[in-house]
């Protein structure tokens, strides 16, 4: 009996060893880090400048690879098809969550083929209106929509993306009915915005502030769920007149699923301690990206809450994908 209880201790110590030689030798390679969209944006500037600190501490090369296409899912599906050695990254954001129950026959299913790391950073938006128009506040918005059913427009950055869905929980939650723009992107958004065309707009703060600053824009709220520390006199949308509101931009760090959990401790640690790092904190925050470094359990319940809360917009708008 004795013998037999010494047979399978030690064949439980020899399958533990792969995983204790793989967190010893973690990264035996150069990492690549796949942002699903293109070179300039918004989470490639993330990746760029975690990248180096990264690359110091791992001992490996952090190389951004830059594959963007289908609102992030192409990329999103080279990094669910990769060896699950933590050598293959994805930085992504919201939209991944959002594109669940938005996209038909995803090639990838988000739950299943990724083990999430952690979320990185919290995006900073806000509420804007054109200056023309007569309100000072959330409340004010909501009474002036209310009283005038379909005579406001808000401009998005597209059909689908979490500022459309942002401007349609908006709707559902205030009980107002408003005209959706979508456009090409946030510059051209904000031209049509600046120049009265449309009337508001739920929209990243960096590329917006200056012309809230220069007066072409009136700024009533931020979108987060607590006050931005690039913003923090002003007020969240919840705070302003519509309780519980809340459509969080946010960057977040997965690995393909099987990632053994040494390697995702790792990763999460070295990240999070990036993330710390107070030129890499103060350059995040100047480009509207609030560092967070949520740890994976938290992270991966954040995850499945945000498919949730999205499918059920995604249901009562009736959006479907360009």
């Not at 064949?11 to 990492?31: M, N």
């Not at 005579?151 to 408003?178: C, D, I, Q, R, W």
């Not at 508001?200 to 200056?210: E, K, R, T, V, Y």
Request: hydrophobic share 40%; charged share 20%.
């Amino acid at each position: 009996m004795h013998k037999k209880i010494g047979i399978c201790t030690s064949v439980l110590l020899i399958g533990c060893l792969p995983l204790q030689t793989v967190a010893a030798d973690y990264p035996t390679k150069p990492i690549r880090l796949v942002v699903p969209f293109p070179a300039g944006g918004p989470v490639d500037i993330t990746a760029r400048t975690l990248a180096p600190r990264l690359t110091e501490v791992l001992g490996q090369r952090i190389l951004v690879d830059n594959r963007g296409g289908a609102g992030g899912i192409l990329g999103s599906d080279i990094v669910a098809k990769s060896p699950a050695d933590g050598h293959t990254l994805l930085l992504c954001t919201t939209g991944n969550a959002i594109n669940v129950s938005l996209v038909k026959n995803l090639p990838y299913n988000i739950r299943k083929d990724f083990t999430a790391v952690s979320m990185i950073a919290i995006i900073t938006s806000i509420l804007v209106v054109h200056p023309s128009l007569p309100v000072k506040s959330v409340k004010d918005l909501v009474a002036l929509a209310k009283n005038k059913p379909d005579a406001l427009s808000y401009a998005s950055t597209g059909n689908g993306a979490p500022t459309h869905l942002a401007g349609e929980l908006f709707k559902s939650m205030a009980g107002v009915k408003m005209l959706h723009v979508p456009y090409k992107g946030a510059s051209l958004a904000l031209v049509d915005l600046i120049s009265g065309h449309v009337q508001l707009s739920f929209i990243s703060a960096p590329g917006s502030m200056q012309h809230v600053e220069a007066g072409r824009l009136r700024l009533l709220a931020v979108t987060n769920a607590k006050r931005s520390q690039l913003l923090p006199e002003v007020p969240t949308i919840s705070e302003a007149g519509l309780r519980g509101y809340e459509s969080e931009g946010w960057h977040g760090l997965f690995t393909p699923a099987g990632t053994p959990k040494p390697v995702v401790d790792r990763l999460y640690k070295e990240f999070t301690a990036a993330l710390r790092d107070p030129k890499i904190s103060a350059s995040l925050l100047a480009g509207g990206a609030e560092p967070v470094g949520m740890p994976p359990d938290q992270f991966t319940v954040k995850l499945n809450d945000e498919i949730e809360k999205w499918a059920k917009v995604v249901k009562t708008s009736g959006m479907k994908m360009d």
